[in-house]
C-alpha cells in the first residue's frame, strides 16, 4: 500500500504561480511513477503530467509549457509547479502513484491517490 498526501493548493491569480507537492509513505517510492491530474466541478478527472523514476516526463498538451514536474525520491516526494495560471486552471488537483513505471494518461491505471488539493485561480 502506499498513502500520498498533496500540499500547495490555495488561492492564486491569474498569471501567478503555485507548487504542489505530494508526500509518498509505504513503499518503495522510488520505484513508482507518478502522475498528477484534476478535476473540475461537473467535468471528468484529466491527466495533468507524469514522472517516471528515473525523471523521464509526460505532459498534457494544453498545459505544456506552463509545468514543470518533478521529484526527490529520497524525500519521498514529488512536485508540479504550475506557472501562468488561468482561472481555468481551476480544480482539485491530485497526485496519483502507478506500480508499473509505464507512463501513462489513463487515471484507471494508476494504483494510488491523493486526497486531493483545491486550487483556485481568480481573474
Known amino acids: 500500500q502506499v498513502q500520498l498526501v498533496e500540499s500547495g493548493g490555495g488561492l492564486e491569480q491569474s498569471g501567478g504561480s503555485l507548487r504542489l507537492s505530494c508526500v509518498a509513505s509505504?513503499?518503495?517510492?522510488?520505484?513508482?511513477?507518478m502522475g498528477w491530474f484534476r478535476q473540475a466541478p461537473g467535468k471528468e478527472r484529466d491527466f495533468v503530467a507524469a514522472?517516471?523514476?528515473?525523471?523521464?516526463?509526460l505532459y498534457a498538451d494544453s498545459m505544456k509549457g506552463r509545468l514543470h514536474v518533478s521529484r526527490d525520491n529520497a524525500k519521498n516526494t514529488g512536485y508540479l509547479q504550475m506557472n501562468s495560471l488561468k482561472p481555468e486552471d481551476t480544480a482539485v488537483y491530485y497526485c496519483?502513484?502507478?506500480?508499473?513505471?509505464?507512463?501513462?494518461?489513463?487515471?484507471?491505471?494508476?494504483?494510488?491517490w491523493g486526497q486531493g488539493t483545491q486550487v483556485t485561480v481568480s481573474s
Open positions: 514522472i517516471r523514476s528515473n525523471g523521464d516526463t
Open positions: 496519483a502513484a502507478r506500480e508499473l513505471s509505464i507512463m501513462s494518461r489513463i487515471s484507471s491505471n494508476y494504483n494510488y
Open positions: 509505504g513503499r518503495a517510492f522510488s520505484r513508482l511513477l
